[in-house]
Structure formats: structure tokens, C-alpha cells
């Protein structure tokens, strides 16, 4: 597989490597198990094959005793001829679940990749179950194909169908829109903060509620929580919101760069926001200090699969102490990215979309203390004798903000310290 070097920047951030590597991860409908805990009144119902309500329920786990949330509504071998047949199906799929449960609020129609669901125009099939069930909530469709995707991009064209939806905001009044689902706890710790800072003026997308739809127009400032937003980012942009540049609020300064970045959009100084997140801020950085403790000196290799590895990384690296041998991403957005590129710096090598057959190579090579990656890599490198972190458990565990440090710096402290115990166990 051939390597190009996409930009050589000047200054002080990575040279990118971009390969056209094989995609080894989870398709987007993942991204339905954290987004139907984070909106509470949503139902995610999949056009699928029966391999999607497979992943779907060994990922999600099936619930017997509460009312599900998501669904496959799964489609057979049909030719475009049949597709009249499938619309048909699929209205009668809706109205039933919608007699059913008036809780619903939002309806998701998901596309997968089957090619039988290919050919439905899901989006299409929206607007006119729009139309049917105007008064009752609101539909919209996204993809959730696994072709040529992660499965966190699942979460961004969730969140890009949102965006029509969301209101018009007055003139001239500036609010602040954090994009990117957090865990309730992460939200009302941020508006914590965000409050000893002043700023009010605060809406979460997507919220707890599938009816609080944030406003958005050229007063709307967008601060980031996840990386993985860029079409999200594009829509609000197209709505004249305004981007902040801004690290990700993991770590402890990388949190502390966020509120300093937002506040910076009302008037407050860097210092200014230091002095007065100062206790959470110390918090963290003491609650940092055991799983430093057991970082500080190891090795990390990041194969591509969350698109949260370059703000990991500058974490690991500035607060535990840990040498990056290899940063690799299935995306960059450069755009997104940007302050993240500058702490990380110009010495790490950073690849987009690497090749995963020399990408193993190198971690055979080097044998790194930590690789992070995809689940199904872990299990033949763990026989290797290598200690891996399966990437998508920093998508499902709560890791943003002040509070969350200690468990994100443990989430890779864990793996290290099992190690070591097992050699202590082996040898007594
Ligand atoms: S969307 Fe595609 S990759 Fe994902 S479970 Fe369905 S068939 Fe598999």
C-alpha cells in the first residue's frame, strides 16, 4: 500500500502520512447504543439485514424487562421493482410502533449497507412519514453503513439529520452549543463550570430530550466535546455558527484548554478562567497522580479506529508521561483538529488511514508497552504477548472533563498494571 505524504505544515505540527488502509472497525450503528442512552425519548429503527440486529443486540445486550429503544426492521433479497413493496412495509413498520408507543419523541430511520437498503432512499422515506405523523414528533434518516466509515461517524450523521430541525436563533444573541454526545453526569458538570465562569447561556446536541433542539445562527458558538462531528460541524456552519478552535476536554488541561477557549468568545482571560477553575483543576491533576505512577516511561501505539487518538495521545503523552511511537487516525479533520495538531507537535509520526498489515508490522517491530485498537485486533496481539486497549471502551465510559481524569488515565493504566500483577503471580 503505497504512502503519501498529505501536507509537510509548516510550524510546529505532525507531518500527516495518509494511507488507504482497510477499515477494521465497528460500522456506524454502534453509535445507536451510546446515542439512545443519551436521548432519552429517541427510537433508532434500523433498515437492516439480520448481521445488523446481530451487532445491534450483542452490543446493546437485549432488553427483556424495559421497553426497547432501537429495532431492525429487516429487508430480503428484493430488485428495484420490489421497492414500492418495501416503502409499503416500512410505513406499516412505523405507524404500528408509533400506536404503540407515544413516548417516542424522535424517530431515526437508519440505513445500512446491504444493497437491498442501498437502493431504499431512507431520507425520502422521512419527509413523507414526516408528513403523516407532523404533529407527533419528527423524523429524520441517517446512514449507519459500515462502507468506508468508523462506527463514531455513526454518531455524526445522527447529528447532521438533527440539524434542519433546530430552531432559528434570534439576532444578535450569542449562546454557546457543546456538540457531541457526553453522559448526563459530564453535561451537568460542565454547566457547573460553565456557570463559575459566568456563562449561561449553554445548549448540549444532542440534549437529554429529543424536543431540546438548541437554536442555531451567527450568534451560535460551537465547542466541541467529540472529535468526530465534521459533517455536524459543516450543517451548524452553513446555519452561520461559528467554530471555536479548541483542544478536547480530556485531560486535565486539555478540560481546562476547552473552558479557556469557550470563555475566551465572552471576553474572559486564560488566566482569568485558571484561577477560577482552580479547584477542579487540582482536583484532577491529583487524582491523576496513581495512574501516572504506572504510565510515566511506557510506550503507546494508536492504530486507527475511534478518531479520539490524537487528543488521547497529546494526553498521554504531556499529563502521564508516555512516549507515542505511532498516532494513527482513520480521519483527520484538520480543521477540527487544529489546536490539537499544535500540542502534539511536530515530532510524532501521524498517519491517516494506515495500511493495518504494516501498521502490525510496526507494532510487532517496536513492541510498544500499550497498543490501542479496534476489538477484533486486540485478542491476536494479546497472544503475541502484547498488552492492548480495546478503543471503543473510551467511547462508552464517560472520560470528559475535571472529574472523569482518574478513570480515563486508568482505562490504560489497567491493562499495564494487570500485566504486572500476572508476572508478580507467575514468579510467586
Ligand atoms: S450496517 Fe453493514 S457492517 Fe453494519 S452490521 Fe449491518 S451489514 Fe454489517
Redesign the pocket.
Known amino acids: 500500500m503505497s504512502r503519501v505524504i498529505a501536507r509537510a505544515d509548516e510550524g510546529n505540527v505532525p507531518t500527516v502520512t495518509t494511507e488507504r488502509g482497510e477499515r477494521a472497525v465497528?460500522?456506524?450503528?454502534t453509535s445507536i447504543i451510546w446515542l439512545h442512552r443519551r436521548i432519552q425519548d429517541a427510537f433508532f429503527l434500523?433498515v437492516?439485514?439480520r448481521?445488523?440486529a446481530?451487532?445491534?443486540q450483542s452490543a446493546a445486550g437485549v432488553m427483556i424487562f424495559a421497553e426497547p429503544r432501537f429495532a431492525t426492521a429487516i429487508l430480503g433479497e428484493r430488485d428495484l421493482a420490489g421497492m414500492a413493496d418495501c416503502h409499503e412495509e416500512l410505513d406499516r413498520v412505523v405507524s404500528e410502533l408509533l400506536g404503540r408507543r407515544p413516548d417516542i419523541r424522535r424517530l431515526f430511520l437508519v440505513g445500512?449497507?446491504?444493497s437491498e437498503v442501498i437502493k431504499l432512499d431512507l431520507a425520502n422515506a422521512a419527509a413523507r412519514l414526516q408528513v403523516v405523523h407532523d404533529n407527533r414528533l419528527r423524523i429524520s434518516a441517517f446512514s449507519?453503513?459500515?462502507?468506508e466509515t468508523t462506527f463514531t461517524q455513526g454518531e455524526d450523521q445522527c447529528l447532521t439529520s438533527m440539524v434542519p430541525d433546530l430552531p432559528t436563533a434570534k439576532e444578535g444573541a450569542q449562546r454557546l452549543m457543546v456538540v457531541g454526545t457526553l453522559a448526563d453526569i459530564v453535561e451537568e458538570q460542565f454547566r457547573r463550570h460553565f456557570t463559575s465562569l459566568g456563562i449561561t447561556d449553554v445548549d448540549f446536541f444532542p440534549a437529554a430530550r429529543a424536543d431540546d433542539l438548541p437554536s442555531v445562527g451567527p450568534g451560535t458558538r460551537v465547542l466541541l466535546a467529540q472529535p468526530y462531528v465534521s459533517d455536524t460541524v459543516s450543517a451548524l456552519s452553513k446555519r452561520g455558527a461559528k467554530l471555536i478552535t479548541a483542544p478536547f476536554p480530556l485531560g486535565a488541561e486539555g478540560t481546562l484548554g476547552w473552558f479557556q477557549a469557550a470563555a475566551a468568545e465572552w471576553g474572559h482571560s486564560a488566566e482569568s478562567v485558571r484561577e477560577l477553575l482552580a479547584t477542579p483543576l487540582a482536583r484532577a491533576q491529583k487524582a491523576l497522580a496513581k495512574a501516572k505512577e504506572c504510565l510515566q516511561g511506557r510506550s503507546i501505539h494508536f492504530l486507527p479506529d475511534s478518531q479520539l487518538e490524537i487528543p488521547l495521545a497529546r494526553f498521554l503523552r504531556d499529563e502521564c508521561g508516555m512516549s507515542l511511537l505511532e498516532v494513527a487516525t482513520p480521519y483527520l479533520d484538520q480543521t477540527l483538529m487544529a489546536d490539537e495538531l499544535q500540542q502534539l507537535g511536530a515530532e510524532v509520526s501521524l498517519i491517516e488511514g494506515s495500511d493495518l498489515d504494516s501498521a502490525l508490522a510496526r507494532v510487532r517491530a517496536n513492541r510498544p508497552d500499550l497498543t490501542v485498537c479496534g476489538m477484533g485486533i486486540a485478542n491476536p496481539l494479546e497472544a503475541e504477548g502484547l498488552r492492548t486497549k480495546w478503543s471503543i471502551e473510551l467511547i462508552f465510559t464517560p472520560i470528559q472533563g475535571f472529574d472523569q481524569v482518574a478513570d480515563l488515565a486508568g482505562l490504560f493504566a489497567r491493562p499495564l498494571m494487570r500485566e504486572r500483577q500476572l508476572e508478580v503471580g507467575s514468579w510467586s
Open positions: 465497528f460500522c456506524g450503528l434500523v437492516g439485514s448481521t445488523c446481530h451487532l445491534l445500512s449497507c446491504p449507519g453503513s459500515g462502507i
